[in-house]
């Protein structure tokens, strides 16, 4: 079964940083779109930012120019880099693999942005 695995949330304040890394352990994901997905409390899922295997980006516009997506090396398939955290981006954040035949979710990391 393939599994994703995210590392890096925490508690922050604003304006403050943080690195998100999804790690895939015995998988390769390398010919699936990769993307990040935040729930905030009380909120749908929804996509951040993701990355097609020919590394076309896209990014949601509330995130443009303080987050960077980009694809890992070895185990960690994808990282996400956030900058200038605002309260907003609170959420609990996922790392999906978007492959032809089936989508993969990590379980999960919380980051808290605090004002």
């Known amino acids: 079964q393939a599994q994703l695995m995210e590392s890096g949330g925490g508690s922050v304040q604003a304006g403050g940083s943080l690195k998100l890394s999804c790690a895939s352990p015995g998988w390769n994901f390398h010919l699936c779109t990769m993307g990040w997905y935040r729930q905030p409390p009380g909120k749908e899922r929804s996509l951040v930012a993701k990355i097609t295997k020919d590394g076309d980006i896209t990014y949601i516009s509330s995130v443009k120019g303080r987050f960077t997506i980009s694809r890992g090396s070895g185990r960690i398939e994808l990282i996400l880099e956030m900058n200038n955290l605002k309260t907003e981006d609170t959420a609990e954040y996922y790392c999906?693999?978007?492959?032809?035949?089936?989508?993969?979710w990590g379980q999960g990391t919380q980051v808290t942005v605090s004002a």
């Open positions: 999906a693999a978007l492959c032809p035949i089936e989508t993969y």
